[in-house]
């Protein structure tokens, strides 16, 4: 199995972007802004998203996030953002690391490979303790968390705040 965590580019194409409509608006807590969106307004979803990466054009609440695509066999099958740190409210909800799969791809172990690949990236920029939330009844992500060394700090709201402490 050919593994790849790929970072977004504006040379991305139409595999990418039929899979982010297969994942839809987004569920759990995650958000998909590139979902119903026009071939024509993925070029510029692409382009605002290499700019927020960077700190450009973000609105006051948002803070710099990259995406990476998790391709496996040259398909791609995920979507995963790494904010590069927190503000007030990524404290309480959505934490350093989201990621979601196509639907056609679950239950493959795919959410525990993208939150690996996101892991090392997160270390790269010297984020070695990592949030990450997780809705209360979402199982296989709690289950991948765990699985990654997520230790569960506190549930409130129906929502799990798990920490990963990296070496």
Known sequence: MKVELRKLTKNDGRDIYDMLQEIGPGENGFVNSGYNITLEQFTEY???????SEGIGLEEKYVPQTIYWLIVNDKPVGIG???????????IVGGHIGYSIRPSERKNG???LILQEILKE?????INEVLLTCDEINIPSRKVIEKNNGVLESMENGECKYWIKQK
């Not at 692409?46 to 927020?52: E, P, S, T």
């Not at 997160?122 to 010297?126: F, L, P, R, S, Y």
Request: aromatic letters at 12%.
């Open 46 to 52: 692409l382009d605002k998203n290499i700019n927020f």
């Open 81 to 91: 953002k790494l904010r590069h740190y927190l503000n007030d409210n990524l404290k």
């Open 110 to 112: 795919y959410g525990n």
């Open 122 to 126: 997160a270390q790269k920029m010297n």
